[in-house]
């Protein structure tokens, strides 16, 4: 099966519009979230491209979504313990892209709305980050005024993903909207 890899929030009453604009990209996906979308493409890179070429062409494809986040990584999970230990893992391949560097955590969740805490996982996987980049002797910092990068972490009922974006990522990308 697929993962998805792509989650998109559209705009008050343009979820369908973004639908239609959305499927020359990949498979777009309804979920059980109010405006909230998935889509699985084959080449996450190639997608932000051909994103940012279609938006500068066609202004209606940034009207109908609010928010466009593409996951670098992906994975299905089974409960709130399988969730934190795939995300610990996949956030720790991240570590050496945030050597010595300013960062944090964020997490945007839809699902185990009462089992699990955004702020708590965002706390846990920053010192996690922390201790990696300790025990590698390349310490860095956690801090929310202009970070270095932002590790976003997203749920999507039994899917998630995390992503890493570095400043210049984020300026270059407004779509992403991260905080």
């Given at each position: 099966?697929?993962?998805?890899?792509?989650?998109?929030?559209?705009?008050?009453?343009?979820?369908?519009?973004?639908?239609?604009?959305?499927?020359?990209?990949?498979?777009?996906?309804?979920?059980d979230?109010?405006?909230?979308?998935?889509?699985?493409?084959?080449?996450?890179?190639?997608?932000?491209?051909?994103?940012?070429?279609?938006?500068?062409?066609?202004?209606?494809?940034?009207?109908a979504?609010?928010?466009?986040?593409?996951?670098?990584?992906?994975?299905?999970?089974?409960?709130?313990?399988?969730?934190?230990?795939?995300?610990?893992?996949?956030?720790?391949?991240?570590?050496?892209?945030?050597?010595?560097?300013?960062?944090?955590?964020?997490?945007?969740?839809?699902?185990?709305r009462?089992?699990?805490?955004?702020?708590?996982?965002?706390?846990?996987?920053?010192?996690?980050l922390?201790?990696?980049?300790?025990?590698?002797?390349?310490?860095?910092?956690?801090?929310?005024?202009?970070?270095?990068?932002?590790?976003?972490?997203?749920?999507?009922?039994?899917?998630?993903?995390?992503?890493?974006?570095?400043?210049?990522?984020?300026?270059?990308?407004?779509f992403?909207?991260?905080?």
């Amino acid at each position: 099966m697929t993962i998805p890899n792509v989650v998109v929030t559209t705009q008050p009453d343009e979820y369908r519009r973004a639908c239609q604009l959305l499927e020359r990209f990949g498979t777009v996906e309804p979920t059980d979230f109010f405006n909230v979308l998935v889509l699985t493409v084959a080449d996450i890179d190639q997608f932000i491209g051909d994103f940012c070429d279609r938006a500068a062409d066609d202004p209606r494809l940034l009207q109908a979504v609010s928010r466009v986040m593409p996951l670098q990584s992906a994975f299905y999970y089974d409960g709130v313990e399988d969730f934190e230990e795939k995300a610990r893992q996949s956030a720790l391949t991240y570590a050496d892209r945030l050597e010595g560097k300013a960062f944090h955590v964020r997490m945007h969740r839809r699902g185990l709305r009462h089992d699990l805490s955004s702020q708590s996982e965002e706390k846990t996987l920053d010192a996690l980050l922390m201790a990696e980049l300790e025990r590698r002797g390349t310490p860095g910092r956690i801090t929310f005024d202009d970070p270095d990068a932002i590790l976003v972490v997203e749920t999507v009922g039994t899917c998630a993903g995390i992503s890493l974006w570095d400043r210049d990522d984020l300026q270059r990308l407004p779509f992403l909207k991260t905080d």
